[in-house]
Structures are given as structure tokens and as C-alpha cells.
């Protein structure tokens, strides 16, 4: 089960809310296993930010993914 809510702004069109529940059950190696989450995501400051620096320790720790 999947409840969700979406605002959206007016003029632009951007989200500006998003509120999720979900509620899953499953089979987890043979055992049964119920999951329940709650979302509530604020999206803002959409274009204001300049720029995002990755300090070169954090670079240099890097591993790549394959998919």
C-alpha cells in the first residue's frame, strides 16, 4: 500500500512537498517481514545553488560502482 501527496508550486510548476507512507510486506528468507515508512520531503532553493565542491580526500577515497 502506497498513500502519497504532491504540492506543486503555480507559477513553476517545481514540487514543493511531498509526503509518502508505505506500508510492504514480504517473505525475508522464509520469514515474514512487514515494513512500514513515512516521507515527508521539503524541496526549496531550486537554481540558487552555485556550487558544490568534493574536497580531493573525498576524491581520492572514491570507489566506482559498476552496474
Not at 2 to 12: G, M, N, Q
Not at 28 to 56: D, L
Request: glycine share 2%; charged share 30%; net charge positive.
Amino acid at each position: 500500500k502506497v498513500d502519497y501527496e504532491i504540492h506543486i508550486d503555480k507559477k513553476t510548476f517545481y514540487p514543493t512537498m511531498l509526503n509518502l507512507n508505505m506500508e510492504m510486506s514480504l517473505n525475508a528468507q522464509g520469514q515474514p517481514v512487514k515494513i512500514e515508512q513515512e516521507i515527508m520531503s521539503k524541496y526549496e532553493k531550486y537554481n540558487q545553488i552555485k556550487e558544490i565542491v568534493v574536497p580531493e580526500k573525498v576524491k581520492k577515497k572514491a570507489v566506482e560502482v559498476n552496474s
